[in-house]
Structure formats: C-alpha cells, structure tokens
C-alpha cells in the first residue's frame, strides 16, 4: 500500500510486514525516514536529529541556520558536489565543466501495477503499486523520476531511475545510481557473495568498518568474483533471528554495491552500475535509465529473508512458461564428450539415457563452424557437416525417436578471429585499431552495442532454430570483456558502450523470449559468471557453476541460496573423479545435491554400470515425484557447510507444510564420528509425519525442537533424504 500524506509530504509504502518511508522536507530535499519492520505509519522525520556539526555544510537556503546540512541528513538519492561528502548517487557534468546535482522534488504520481523499463529486466505484477516522485536540478534542467513498486505479499520493493535532459544542451552523466539507502544507524554487517570460476557466490560478512567497502564488477558482467546482491544486517542476525535487509540488482554488466560507514555512524547503501568507464551523453529531450534494484527487508532472519527472495523471483521476475510444469531432466555431453564427438557418439549417449527416465538431449559446445577446439569457429553458426552429416535435420529426428528433446549449446556474443565472421567482419568484435586484443579462453567479444552485429546473429540464430524440433538453449558466454571500444559510435560516446552492450544483449534475449515462447533458454558464463537478476529475466535457469562436484557444490549452491530461488540454479549428476577437483564421491550423494536444483546429467552414461543405472533410474523417479516440492516449497537451511564441515542439510517444505524433503550429506568421514540429531524447521508442529513411506512417524514439534536421529553412516560424503509427508490424522489425536 503506499500512503501519501499532503500536509507533511510524507510517502509510506507497505508491505504485508514492512514499511518504508521518505519524505519531502521544506526544502524539498527528499528524505529517507525509515525502512524495516511493519510499523502504523505517521511522521517519521521525528527520528532526524539536527544539529550543528563542525566541516558539514550548509545548503544556501538554510541561511546561517548551521544544524540543517545534506551530509548529515538520511536521503532517498544523494546529491553531488552541495555538501554531502558521502557516496553520490548521481554525478552530472555540464557543458561549463561544472559536476553538480542537487535534485529538489516537484511532485509524484500514484499508480496501480508495477511500472516496466523499457529495454531493462524488472519485477512485473498488475497486484504492484508503482510510486514515481519527480525531482529536479533547476540549474542544469535535469530532470529525475524515481520509481518505486511496491509487492505486499512479498514485502519486496522496488527501485529504479530516470534522468531525463529536459534543457538544451547536452549533459554528460557520470553515474547514476539505482538505489541509495540510508540508514541512520552502523551497527551492521555486510554480507557479500563472492569467489572466482568453479567457486562462486559464497558468503563473507563483517561489520561495517568506517569509510566505504565495495563489491564491483568492471568485467562487463556481473561476473564469478562478486555477485549483485548484498545483505545489511544486525550483528547477532542469523537464518530466524535479526533484522536483515537484501539488496539485489537486476543487471548484468558492470555493477557496484558501495556501503559507507560515515563520521556519525549513519550508513549509505549505494547500488547500481559501475561508473568505472561509464560516461553517458543526454542530448536534449534523452533519457537515461538506471537499472532496478529491489530491497527486501525481514525482521527475523535470513531465511525469511531469502524465502520472500524466491518467491518474487519465481513468481514475479521469471518468465517461464514452464514454471507450472515440470522442466525436462536433461542428459548435456560436455563433461562426457567435450569437443570429441560424432553424430554417432551422440546418439550413443541418448540411446542410453532415454530408458532411464531422461528426457532432454542436450548438444554443447562444438557442433558449428571449424569447432574442434576452443580456438576457432565461434560466430560460424551453421553445422559442422564433418561432425554431424546431414546437420541439426539427420541428428535431431534421431534423437526425438528416442522420445527425447533436443537441446543446444550456443554462444553468440563471441567470435574467434579464426572464423569465417572474423575475416567478414573484423570491426564487429570489441577492440581497437592500431591495439592488439586481448584474448579470453582464445576468443574475442562480438559488439552488441551494435544493432548491425545483433541482427547478424539473430538471422544466423533463426536459421538453426528453424531448421530442427529445438526445444531448448543454453546460452554461454565465457570471458570477460577488454579494449571496450565500439568502431560504430564516435569518442564522445566511448562511456556508453560497457552499458550499451549489456542493452545489446537484453535486446536479443528479448526478442528470442518473444519470437519463440516455449523456448527454454539457460544462461551461462563459465557456468556462474552471470548469475543475476538480471539475467533471470530472460533465461529462467542459469548453470550454476562449472564445478560440478557435489561436496564444493554444497557450498556454491548455499550461497547462491540467499538470494535466488533453486529453480533457477543449473545442478548436474557428473562423472568422477570430477573434473573440477578429482573428488570422488558415491553417486547417490551426486543425485541428492544436483536434484536440489534444475536437474540433469552431465556424463557419458555409455559408460554406467547396469547398478548405476538402476540408482540414475530412482534419482529421476524421486525427482520426478518431487520437482513441485523442490522448486516451488520454502527452502531451509539447515546448516552452513563453509561453518559445519561434518554434515551439510537443507529443506525444502512444501506451502501447506504438509510434505517436506530433507537432504543431508556428510563431509569426510573421521574415526569414531559423533551422533547427530537434525533439527528440522518449517513443519506444522501439530501434525504427524510418517518418513519415506515406513512405519517411522514423528510430530512436527518433535522433528523440530527435538530433532531426527540421523543413522550413522561411514565412508566419506554419505547422503541420505527424508521424506516427509503428513498422516491424515493429527498428532494431538
Ligand atoms: C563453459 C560452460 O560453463 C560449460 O558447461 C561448457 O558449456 C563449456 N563452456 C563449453 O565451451
């Protein structure tokens, strides 16, 4: 609900157990006067303390009145160059060289819906309720719009900007931010998820320290080292416990979260794309839009926190036309084949995997081109005949008599120079004449800033999809970017091109969402370099990690669980010893950590013994009967493995807390090693639930208060799964 209240200027949003409140004080400076648990509403700029503080400025207006300064104040979008001295959200540079903003509000607008951004992902649902207050910088006429949406039933809200150039000559933006929140407290700690390839996303909290701490990406995309969404929260917050704010961005491209911990221990919360290399002209009459953020803030804990997370995302960002049915277990021959393979060897693999209950073919890198290895082919989108005779036409039928789908690999933001596309059109791949490029994996980067490059691969894209029963994508993309530099857009404009490529790409997954909407696209870069919100928008699943280990994939796939929902992570059954690390571990244990995501197999299962089959056969079948519990349930985490390395457990329990699936795996295993009796959560404490169909039933309080006596298992990485589902009769009866 939002609330607007004329005789104080006061803005409230609510959600079902948050609110979060501004303010347009008397000099229509817009302030920020609360976010977090629910409260009635009212006045909160009582909570604004003025005083008078040596070196904090005074803003003209104020006169000599030395207690009103914008660099004590809590603001909704901080200014630039008038007396903040914290982090900006915006920078303008002017045609005089000036680089000030000093945004004042005008005036707002109420509506029902959640507003959309042209071009850029965002949370959608006619439920919303958009917020958009007007400012301005009447010295530069600059005009800027923030958006607010606000989703009650999952206390999530929504942020986004636009600077519109309403002057006449043109203004040079130099960041414009996202998300500025301010906290009038620094007790808190900030949690980040970071790693590298093979390892992402995994979680690092501090407290605050004084200054500014940033997570950045300036590597074109969101990438593998730092992840677009942070945590602020109490010190002593833990999974049921502490006030804890999440802030996610849904970009893709070079982002920067940035907190400052300032001199009056005040903290400010600043999101949005990195304004390393970030120059954007506004010609009169343009318009810059900065990407969204969205903020959900719990009073208790991360898991409630994260659940609210999962459910906006899945029910509110993800366009899946799929999300009702269950997805198709999948059979990828990477791992298997990598580029060494024939039509025959892949018909091999199907033939193998089709009786175990497998129902997706999926065809990776290698298949195009002159691609017999990672130095040549990329952007020669058509068949290789050697490989495949008689091209996608021959081996697709194939496949689909089988009873399989078919599925391909592409990665069509890259090029290598050896290519037929690189010899046509060497000004299409980023880079500088009179420089050498820099290579990543031996290949270049396409221009897709540019709309000329984008059709190419569009047309040359189509082709193949038209010329088979195709039923799913996965779209890579494994380097970062360098020499970013467009050959298509003058000096003046080189700072747009980072952003622009990231539109570029927005702009081509888009019109696949639309041209085929029952395509199932997965994104992935080097597996997690582009796990963002962002990217979810277009492509409703994303290959979680290149590791395929299940004991590192434990962790990869708990960090990536604050945040994102296990439906949208990539979790694949591979070979061992694994390739990532040469772990070894049972096959079960393999099945129980990859069913907890968007299932499949990665291996070459021509070469499975008839008793792994059987067990591949039972994994699908209780993936089978339990994909709606695993993908649309409340997840918990039981425990943390970066903290518990003897067990790990997680849950996920279905809406009515009627059914609930537990998971658990043991680390390496040490002589003589201690009873442990798993506290289950999420259960209806009052009923009784019988476990995997036997005679053994519990309590609901009693799982959880008391717990469940896990049977000893020796050997290392052991696993077992409970399932647990609700007798008719009541525990109390
Ligand atoms: C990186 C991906 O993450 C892998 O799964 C695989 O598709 C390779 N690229 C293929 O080049």
Redesign the pocket.
Known sequence: MIAYDKESMVFTLHTCHTTYQMKADAYCVLLHTYYGPRISGGDLSNLIQYTDRGFSPNPGEAGHCRTYSLDTLPQEYSSCGVGDFRIPSIELELEDGSRIADFRYTGFEIHKGKYTLEGLPAFYGDQAETLILFLEDTASQVGLELYYGVFEQYDLITRAARVVNKGTVPVRLHQASSLCLDFQRSDLDLITFDGRHVMERCPNRAPLRPGVQRVSSVRGTSSHQHNPFVILCDHDANEEYGLCFGALLLYSGNFEAAVERSQFENTRLVMGVNPYHFCYTLEQGEVFTAPEAALICSPCGFTRMSQQFHRAIRQALLRDAHQDRRKPVLVNN?EATHFDFDAEKLVEIAKESAPLGIELFVM??GWFGSRDS?LGGLGDWSVNQNKLPGGLEALVPRINQLGMQFGL?IEPEMINEDSALYRAHPDWALGMPGRAHTRGRSQLVLDFSRADVREHIYQALQTVLSSANIVYL?W?M?RSLSEVWSAAIPASRQGEVYHRYVLGLYDLLERFHQDYPGLLIEG?S??GGRFDAGMLYYTPQI?CS?NTDAIDRLRIQYGTSFCYPVCTMGAHVSAVPNESNERITPLKTRGVVAMSGAFGYEMDLSKTTTEEKELIVQQIHTYKAHWKLIHQGDYYRLTDPFQNQAYTAWEHVSQDRREALVSYVTGSIHAAPPFVTLRLKGLDPQLCYQVNGSEESYRGDVLMLAGYPIPMMLGDYQSLQLYLIAKDETASQ
């Open positions: 990477w990776d890198d990672d690999w996965k890579d494994n992935c080097g597996g290959w290149d």
